[in-house]
């Protein structure tokens, strides 16, 4: 049931930051016009990294747990 709750939470963090990042761009693109482009750019690099970075953790924690159960199993 942990597994489940953690999961949730980083997915819960994953659409939070991909749902900010989509309004900040559609926001710079109102209020700048064109030269909205680069800070548009930079939003969508920090949402792949964000992205990246909780796709790391979510792995991390899955092999963490695998081999918690493995060592479970083995004993």
């Known amino acids: 049931m942990?597994?489940?709750r953690q999961r949730d939470g980083l997915?819960?963090?994953?659409?939070a930051s991909q749902a900010t990042g989509f309004i900040l761009i559609?926001?710079?693109e109102t209020l700048?016009?064109?030269a909205a482009r680069p800070w548009q750019g930079a939003t969508l690099a920090a949402m792949l990294a964000a992205a990246g970075w909780?796709?790391?953790v979510r792995r991390y924690r899955r092999n963490k747990e695998r081999r918690r159960r493995e060592m479970?199993?083995?004993v």
């Open 72 to 74: 479970r199993d083995e």
């Open 54 to 56: 909780l796709a790391l």
């Open 32 to 34: 700048l016009g064109d």
């Open 26 to 28: 559609i926001t710079l």
């Open 2 to 4: 942990a597994g489940t």
């Open 11 to 15: 997915r819960r963090i994953a659409i």
